[in-house]
């Protein structure tokens, strides 16, 4: 219990904290100018950028608002706010609604991108134990971080500012960027920083000498950006152009080079365990956010528990969103998958993915990370990490390219490593229907509850074209997400996402 007092007395201080840090007159300035002296500097703003680029993810649970409540898929049972969300009401007023259409934390996590690239090499004149090698990890990071945050801005949003200086950081008269141009710029610089970014951290690779900050490779393993993530990042921006040679290219990358990062496909066990993939950090989690609770990260909002647990999981009456049984049943219609699965009678044969299946509210139960990875109940306190990318996303993306690109026996392969993974039976057009289909359906099982799904409708609907409404919301720009009205009054020079005037 003292442990659990001191756990929440510190994330009171850090939300605290991390509220100043987001305010557009920053306390910090006066101090910003006696920070760029020493190596202990660099890596605490190093990591500050990537705390601001979680901070941006998870306020409001966004990262599963945005891809995940989208859908429509989930039914609400009372929040109107998930439920504008679902209906598409983006518009809508109310305060989570609001704070999802301002772009504002994402853009406090480029402006501390900008400075760490700019005030950075002062250090190595004035530290010499920080070197050029040092440096060179550090800005990769720094530039992987900031073309990171411009890839979610332009999946919400489309056009958006573009802003490189830290002297640009109000931007009160800054216009959007297309968002053709945008993407290709966010390429460049991931290719970029792709080229200093380490396989993994302080096992001596070329690109990051020795043990990295002086910490062993246990200490890095699913926190920092790794030129696997920075691949997988490039990939996913393919998809969303629909340029699937690069899907294809970078997947491949991907694929080759996954074993010397020591990244596994998860295992079954792991990936539903309270303490399994989703507890604390590790390689396997090809680019992450971890809440670890060693480290007094856990919380008890920012965490997709908060939206999907209930009984007989945690101490909660009713999920704020969940799958009903003929969700479930028609997404998970295959005997033997060890994920869920149910007899001829209709229960379940295993409940790995979901509690209470016969119940009023089925409880999506994949992710329960509680406290330090424990089962109990009575203190909702949760420490997942967001999973941004993993392995088993990457063969199912590579699976979709080959599909596209007419390579049907590749992607055949990819698609069988993961349903075989997960006790299924080979992929049989006969029984598992059309291949592209099959595909976004295992993504769908595999993936659920990890911030995929939205955007994975968005592709599955742009490949196959016969939805008429979902066609027409893509082309009118009714997958992007309204601009909050006080950064319109704020910046003159913004313009309205069209569908949304």
């Not at 929440?8 to 002296?37: A, P, Q, Y």
């Not at 993810?57 to 609400?76: C, K, M, P, Q, T």
């Not at 070197?131 to 990071?141: E, F, K, Y």
């Not at 020591?262 to 992450?288: C, E, R, W």
Request: glycine share 4%; with cysteine; charged share 25%.
């Amino acid at each position: 219990m003292k442990k659990i007092l001191y756990n929440l007395s510190f994330l009171i201080l850090l939300c605290t904290g991390c509220s100043k840090m987001l305010d557009i007159d920053s306390t910090r300035v006066v101090s910003e100018e006696n920070m760029w002296e020493k190596i202990e500097d660099t890596r605490a703003k190093l990591m500050g950028v990537y705390a601001m680029t979680k901070s941006a993810l998870v306020d409001h649970n966004a990262f599963w608002l945005y891809g995940e409540v989208r859908s429509g898929e989930y039914a609400i049972p009372s929040r109107m706010d998930l439920r504008a969300i679902a209906d598409n009401e983006l518009n809508a007023n109310d305060p989570t609604l609001e704070a999802l259409r301002n772009w504002r934390r994402w853009y406090a996590a480029v402006n501390e991108a900008n400075i760490f690239l700019e005030r950075a090499p002062e250090v190595l004149e004035k530290d010499q134990r920080y070197t050029q090698n040092n440096l060179n990890v550090d800005i990769a990071q720094a530039r992987f971080l900031r073309a990171f945050a411009y890839f979610n801005l332009t999946r919400i949003w489309g056009n958006v500012p573009l802003i490189t200086r830290s002297d640009e950081g109000s931007f009160t008269t800054k216009k959007q960027e297309e968002k053709g141009k945008l993407m290709a710029w966010i390429e460049q610089e991931l290719q970029q920083a792709a080229l200093d970014l380490p396989v993994r951290y302080s096992v001596n690779e070329p690109e990051q000498l020795g043990n990295y900050y002086n910490e062993a490779t246990s200490r890095w393993d699913g926190t920092l950006a790794t030129k696997i993530a920075a691949y997988a990042i490039l990939a996913h921006l393919s998809a969303w152009q629909e340029n699937y040679p690069n899907v294809a290219t970078y997947t491949a990358y991907v694929m080759d080079n996954y074993s010397r990062a020591n990244i596994n496909y998860v295992a079954t066990s792991s990936l539903v365990s309270p303490s399994g993939f989703f507890y604390d950090k590790h390689s396997s989690q090809m680019l992450a956010f971890p809440s670890i609770w060693g480290h007094a990260e856990a919380n008890f909002t920012g965490q997709v528990e908060e939206l999907t647990l209930a009984a007989p999981i945690v101490n909660k009456s009713i999920p704020d969103m969940y799958y009903t049984k003929e969700t479930i049943s028609s997404v998970f219609n295959e005997a033997k998958d060890e994920r869920f699965s149910i007899d001829t009678l209709g229960n379940p044969v295993n409940e790995n993915y979901f509690r209470n299946f016969n119940g009023r509210y089925p409880i999506l139960s994949k992710i329960k990370c509680i406290q330090g990875g424990n089962t109990d109940p009575s203190f909702r306190i949760f420490s997942s990490a967001l999973v941004f990318s993993r392995l088993e996303d990457m063969t199912l993306l590579r699976a979709e390219a080959l599909a596209v690109l007419g390579d049907r026996n590749g992607s055949v392969e990819l698609l069988n490593n993961i349903r075989e993974n997960r006790g299924l039976p080979i992929y049989d057009e006969t029984i598992n229907g059309d291949l592209v289909d099959a595909i976004f359906l295992e993504r769908r099982r595999e993936l659920m509850g990890e911030g995929h799904r939205w955007y994975d409708l968005v592709r599955y609907h742009k490949i196959k074209n016969n939805d008429p409404k979902f066609v027409q919301l893509i082309n009118e720009g009714g997958i992007y997400w309204p601009i909050a009205e006080s950064l319109i009054r704020q910046n003159g020079l913004l313009e309205q996402n069209n569908f949304w005037q």
